[in-house]
């Protein structure tokens, strides 16, 4: 073998392993910030699954189906759990009131049909 050749594998070996690297180090770095957007995903979710079946939503319902949602991200032992409902329920309802997803009707939340 020729010592080009050993040089230009050892170069392209290093330069595998730096990108590799980054791209850990970028994931580990946006992992919170997936977390809860995965997180709000699903709590969305059960927010538009409990109004296929009712008229309405209130503040205290999504307290109660949102208690206890769990987000994980493949092949990561971290997780986000929502523990503070109160908290968790006026983020989630003004997000989706934002985007147009429900329209506030005194204490209800009424979904927006398109």
Do not use: H
């Given at each position: 073998m020729k010592i080009s050749t050993i040089?230009?594998?050892?170069l392209l070996f290093a330069i595998a392993t730096m990108i590799i690297y980054g791209w850990g180090m970028v994931k580990q770095r946006n992992q919170s910030g997936?977390?809860?957007r995965l997180l709000f995903s699903k709590g969305e979710s059960q927010v538009k699954k409990y109004l296929k079946k009712n008229e309405y939503i209130t503040k205290n319902d999504v307290e109660r189906i949102c208690g206890g949602l769990e987000a994980k991200m493949p092949f990561s032992s971290n997780r986000a759990v929502v523990k503070?409902?109160?908290?968790?329920?006026?983020?989630?309802?003004a997000y989706m009131e934002k985007t147009g997803q429900?329209?506030?009707?005194g204490a209800k939340y009424i979904q927006v049909k398109k």
């Amino acid at each position: 073998m020729k010592i080009s050749t050993i040089i230009i594998g050892i170069l392209l070996f290093a330069i595998a392993t730096m990108i590799i690297y980054g791209w850990g180090m970028v994931k580990q770095r946006n992992q919170s910030g997936d977390l809860m957007r995965l997180l709000f995903s699903k709590g969305e979710s059960q927010v538009k699954k409990y109004l296929k079946k009712n008229e309405y939503i209130t503040k205290n319902d999504v307290e109660r189906i949102c208690g206890g949602l769990e987000a994980k991200m493949p092949f990561s032992s971290n997780r986000a759990v929502v523990k503070d409902t109160k908290s968790f329920a006026e983020q989630l309802l003004a997000y989706m009131e934002k985007t147009g997803q429900l329209k506030k009707d005194g204490a209800k939340y009424i979904q927006v049909k398109k």
